[in-house]
């Protein structure tokens, strides 16, 4: 038996870690994407206790995994755990897929950031010559990801977090790495003047859980917002949050989580399977995704 069919056997299976998890639509996204490749594998719900979340991870070479994405509360937490992680997730400071190596080694990647990133391609090709704000809600692996992202693409951030500290925290190591952020706290920023010039490109982001379903909703005020600004939240059940029901009654452009979901499942895909998905499949793929609750 070789190393490669002692470590990564067939059929192909992976999954996706978290808790709660039972909200997860990945393994729908996977198994239709298995499917279009005609790959003999599955993937699955694992609903992992933050208490077991090590004796979890050490066990995916014995079970056969290829890998599992990584959801809230472990991004961060399942670091220690791991061989090595690539330099996007050290950058990051937050995993969300761990790849079972061929010589068993556990890999840590984030495809959070490209993933992300991929929906706002078309506004910033669009945009005209200008500054581009954003505005991101939440301090935690999510906001750091989203922070990382759109620094990189030339974004003036501002975070903000319930606990200013953790909002601080962030607005300093990304600020080392790529400068421009700035951080409040978001008692005092729950209905933000948001103003934009013409050519600018303006960006509020809910990197929080809140608005998932379960979860309280986010609880700010868009009234002051410009009306050109654009509203992403990376919440994907429900699909439309209450953030983006807001955001659409007072005329907002809106990116919902499930662009996000479909882009970094792209890279995960990839990486357990070999084989890239069929992104000219993104509609249908989108419209079974949205016709299940």
């Not at 600004?229 to 439309?240: G, H, Q, R, S």
Request: glycine share 10%; net charge neutral.
């Amino acid at each position: 038996m070789t190393q490669n069919t002692l470590y990564r056997p067939n059929p192909a299976v992976a999954g996706v870690i978290g808790w709660p998890i039972a909200h997860s639509q990945s393994p729908m996204l996977h198994r239709f994407w298995l499917e279009a490749c005609q790959i003999n594998g599955d993937y699955s719900r694992f609903p992992v206790h933050p208490s077991h979340l090590e004796q979890s991870i050490k066990a995916l070479p014995a079970l056969g995994f290829r890998g599992v994405n990584v959801t809230v509360p472990h991004k961060q937490a399942v670091i220690p755990f791991l061989d090595s992680i690539d330099p996007l997730a050290e950058k990051a400071g937050a995993v969300n897929i761990v790849s079972v190596e061929e010589d068993g080694h556990l890999k840590g990647y984030n495809s959070d950031i490209p993933g992300f990133m991929e929906a706002l391609q078309t506004p910033m090709q669009h945009q005209g010559e200008g500054l581009r704000k954003a505005f991101i809600i939440g301090a935690g692996g999510a906001a750091r990801a989203v922070a990382l992202g759109l620094t990189a693409a030339g974004f003036t951030c501002q975070i903000v977090n319930r606990n200013p500290e953790k909002a601080r925290a962030l607005a300093r190591d990304i600020g080392a790495l790529r400068g421009d952020l700035d951080f409040h706290s978001l008692e005092d920023n729950r209905e933000p003047e948001f103003l934009l010039q013409d050519g600018e490109l303006g960006l509020i982001v809910n990197a929080t859980t809140l608005g998932m379903t379960g979860q309280p909703p986010l609880d700010i005020s868009l009234a002051k917002v410009d009306s050109r600004t654009l509203v992403y939240d990376v919440v994907y059940a429900p699909l439309e949050t209450p953030l983006l029901k807001a955001a659409k009654a007072r005329g907002l452009k809106t990116i919902d989580g499930m662009s996000m979901l479909i882009g970094q499942g792209a890279v995960a895909f990839e990486i357990f399977y070999g084989c890239k998905p069929p992104r000219d499949q993104d509609q249908a793929l989108r419209a079974l995704l949205t016709s299940r609750k």
